[in-house]
């Protein structure tokens, strides 16, 4: 079974630790557990704006775009806000456009293919 939520305190230091990530104060952290492999996810909301600024696995690649399309749909909640990733990639598909600190969507513009890549 493949589980994402939230997670606080310890929980978010652990996993950090163990893929060696600092968390900021103002960050939120998701968890991804998949048998044995984790994968986490941090969010903050900054400057009007939803900010992903990682999202990371030991898992295979259907586990990374879960955790990918779970940030996003967590975001979507905020309508009428833009959401930035951070992190390098190409997220056109998903409706995001590249600005230079990095891709921007609006939240309801957000689009969730059926495929995964």
Partial sequence: MIEVREVFGQDTE???EHFSVD???DERAL???DGDKLGLGLTRF???AVRI???ITDGDDADKELL???LM???TRL???DVYIEQDGDYSVYGFKKETDGWRAKAEDIVFPHECK
């Fill in 14 to 16: 652990k996993l950090c």
């Fill in 23 to 25: 968390v900021r104060s």
């Fill in 31 to 33: 968890r991804l557990i």
């Fill in 46 to 48: 900054e400057r009007g």
């Fill in 53 to 55: 600024r990682l999202y």
């Fill in 68 to 70: 990918l399309r779970s």
């Fill in 73 to 75: 749909f967590d975001a």
């Fill in 79 to 81: 309508t009428g806000y």
